[in-house]
């Protein structure tokens, strides 16, 4: 089975700093691998995805993530936190098996944002 | 183009009690997935239903069950309620049940059970 671990629980940043969070993957098949962000009392919305092709993925509202197959990691970046980016991110990757077209998602990481 | 809808959007039962959540997926899919969020934790799935037919579970038990009908909205049923059931419930759609494509999410149902 796959699973997704997320480096730290709570981030926090100044407004205006770089914005990191962390994602480590365990696949055994080439895997696609998603964001998706949590706005408080909201569902999820997709930040950006990985399937096939280039490893640099960009996304909306200027986060972009790096697929590396080596470390098996999915890194989510943003160069410059805006306030209204505090929110809970989680990481997840597709799995198509016997159990269906399912993601597994990491445990998220709640960021605040600093004025 | 509409999203995926939720109803309802909080819901109070007792112990014991059935309870049915209902969601409309987006115009266009054909796939629908419930997923439970525990607060604090990330979503974890019960169930996909693609084209009326239930095509992979989660670690749930069985008093957890689902339909799909022919306009590919979905309902979530869960009998015999427990403290442990309050939670999130998402529900998400896609256009297909290939791996590659990615969800779009309701807001979801708020359950808590007393």
């Known amino acids: 089975a796959q699973s997704v671990t997320q480096l730290g629980s709570h981030v926090s940043v100044s407004e205006g700093a770089l914005v990191l969070l962390r994602c480590n993957y365990s696949?055994?098949?080439?895997?696609?691998l998603f964001w998706y962000v949590q706005y408080p009392n909201q569902g999820l919305q997709l930040l950006l995805k990985?399937?096939?092709?280039?490893?640099l993925v960009k996304g909306i509202n200027g986060f972009e993530a790096e697929f590396k197959k080596s470390e098996t990691s999915f890194h989510l970046t943003k160069p410059s936190a805006h306030m209204s980016d505090a929110a809970e991110y989680f990481c997840a990757v597709s799995e198509f098996g016997a159990a269906g077209n399912k993601l597994t998602f990491g445990g998220g990481t709640r960021v605040l944002v600093k004025p | 183009e509409t999203g995926v809808t939720q109803s309802p959007t909080h819901l109070i039962k007792t112990r014991g009690q059935q309870v049915t959540l209902r969601c409309s997926s987006q115009s266009g899919h054909n796939t629908v997935s419930w997923y439970q969020q525990a607060l604090g934790q990330g979503p974890q799935f019960i169930f996909q239903y693609y084209r009326e037919e239930e095509n992979g579970r989660g670690n749930f038990p069985p008093r957890f069950s689902g339909l799909q009908f022919p306009n590919y909205s979905s309902e979530l049923n869960v009998n015999a309620l427990e403290l442990d059931d309050s939670a999130l419930y998402l529900c998400a759609s896609s256009p297909t049940d290939r791996p590659n494509y990615g969800y779009t999410f309701g807001s979801g149902t708020r359950l808590t059970v007393v």
């Open positions: 990985y399937t096939t092709g280039a490893t």
């Open positions: 696949s055994s098949v080439p895997p696609y």
